[in-house]
Structures are given as C-alpha cells and as structure tokens.
C-alpha cells in the first residue's frame, strides 16, 4: 500500500524558508517520479513542482521558478520541496504525490497517489 507522508509545514513570515519533506512507502520509490501540489483556501489544487526519477528533470510553475527547489534522495525514499522568499499568496495545503511514470509531470491525473498534506501559511 503507497503511504506518502508530508511534514515541515508551519507559519513563517513574508520572505522566510520552509523546507518540506515527504516519506514515501509501499511502491518502487526510485523508479516514479514525484511531484507537490498544493491548495489555497477556497481554490483549486495546483501544481507546483515535479521531479524526475533519477532527479535529472526538474519542472516548475511559473510562480515558484527561482524560489522553490524540488529534490529527491532515493535511498531514503524522500522528497523535499525547499521554499524560499516565501510570499502570502504562497498559504495552501501542500501535497506531495507519486507519480505514475518515471518522467516528470504536471497534470493531476499523472500523480497516482497522494500524501494527506501539511499546511504552509505566510504571514504579510
């Protein structure tokens, strides 16, 4: 049974750094590429970054591209998102997701499984 769980969440200030971690269990980690999404109060998930298998392909939204930094560690069977400059409109739930083939991805219909999220808020 896949099991992703998400931490690092929490409040931090308007320019601040949060890194997120995501623990990935039940499937073949190394061979899947993973992704984050995340959802603002009272919108659509959206997402954010995804990664290659290997960790050779990275891909971004637009709005985080020079401030997030997705990552992987295949021998721990981790996936981090570190956020940096962190702005308001960055407050959502973050999700961590696997994804169903080895490339990277952005569509929500490419990610297979998905973690229960951990709250990132940023305070103005």
């Known amino acids: 049974q896949v099991h992703l769980v998400e931490s690092g969440g929490g409040l931090v200030q308007a320019g601040g750094s949060l890194r997120l971690s995501c623990a990935a269990s039940?499937?073949?980690?190394?061979?899947?590429?993973m992704g984050w999404f995340r959802q603002a109060p009272g919108k659509e998930r959206e997402f954010v970054a995804s990664?290659?298998?290997?960790?050779?392909?990275?891909y971004y939204t637009d709005s985080v591209k020079g401030r997030f930094a997705i990552s992987r560690d295949n021998a721990k069977n981790t996936v981090y998102l570190q956020m940096f400059s962190l702005k308001p409109e960055d407050t959502a739930v973050y999700y961590c997701?696997?994804?169903?083939?080895?490339?990277?991805?952005?569509?929500?219909?490419?990610?297979?499984?998905w973690g229960q999220g951990t709250q990132v808020t940023v305070s103005s």
């Open positions: 997701a696997a994804g169903r083939g080895a490339v990277v991805a952005e569509e929500e219909a490419d990610f297979g499984s």
């Open positions: 039940g499937f073949t980690f190394r061979r899947s590429a």
């Open positions: 990664i290659s298998w290997n960790g050779n392909n990275l």
